[in-house]
Structure formats: structure tokens, C-alpha cells
């Protein structure tokens, strides 16, 4: 009976250990993938076009604040002191409306780029997904990202051209 239960655990130890060697290891670089899809350059083009606008508001109260700041320094000296009170206070306000708009823009700028961008990524994983099942990969590791102290590259293949086959990309991205 011992020599039953140690051929067992000899034999699983054997299968478990030509189980973890046969494992497949592949690598990619998702950012070049991601910045190869053509949904890069149209979210691109999207948040330039509301960047344009944003900047074309804040010129707007850029040229109110100069044309109001121009006005008071000419009307200074006839002015009383209330009156200037008032227009320091009133040009003290459209600074502040121009850098509470500037923050606001760029943290909606953030946003928007993150709501366009969660698409792309999710294609970009699910065809890392598909080649990496169809290759039989036990794991896929992103070059892209520093996580890895170190990867023998020779030895881990790897499968861009394949995602990017999948996504239909023909080329890696020209940034």
C-alpha cells in the first residue's frame, strides 16, 4: 500500500511539474497597439475639436478682462475711490471666472478622454484575449507597462502581429 500511495504522488508530481513547463508565455506592447487603432485617431480629432472650443471661451473672457482692464487704467484718474473698488472687484472676478473655466475644461478634458478611451482599450484586451485562448498562452504580459523587473524576451513570444491581425491593423502605430 506505501509503495501504491508513493507511485501516486511520484506520478503527480511528475505531471504536475511537465504541466507547469508546458505553459506558453506570450507578450505585447498595448500601448502600440492601442495607439495603431483607427478609434485613436477619431477620439484624437474629438477632444482636439472640444479643446478648440474651451480655448476659443477662454480667449473670449481673456479679451473681456483686457478690453475692462484697458478701460479702467484710462478712467482711473477720474474715477472715485468706490468706483474703482468696483471695477478692481469686477476684473478680479472675470480672473477668477477664467481660471475656475480653465480647471473645469481641463478636468472635463480628462474625463471625456477617459469615456472615449475605455472602448478602445476594451476591444484592444478582448483581441489580446481571443489570440492568447485560439494560441493557447497561459499568460500574456504588457511590455508596455514597467511591472516586469524582468522578461527573457527570447523566451516569451511575441503576439502583436497577431493582435494586430485581429483588430485588422495592418501596421504598428507611426507615433
Known sequence: MKKI???????????????????????????????????VKEMELQLENLGKDWREQLETIQVEFNNKLNDYQKDKATLSATAQQIRERELQDLQNRYAEFQQMAQQEMERQQAELLQPIQKKANDAVKKVAESGGYTAVIDTSLPTMAYINESTVTDI????????????????
Not at 13 to 35: D, H, P, W, Y
Open 5 to 39: 500511495i508513493k507511485l501516486t504522488l511520484t506520478v503527480v508530481c511528475v505531471l504536475s511539474a511537465s504541466t507547469m513547463f508546458a505553459q506558453k508565455f506570450g507578450r505585447v506592447n498595448m500601448q502600440e497597439i492601442i495607439l495603431a487603432m483607427p478609434e
Open 160 to 175: 502583436s502581429d497577431a493582435v494586430r491581425k485581429q483588430l485588422g491593423i495592418t501596421a504598428p502605430a507611426t507615433k
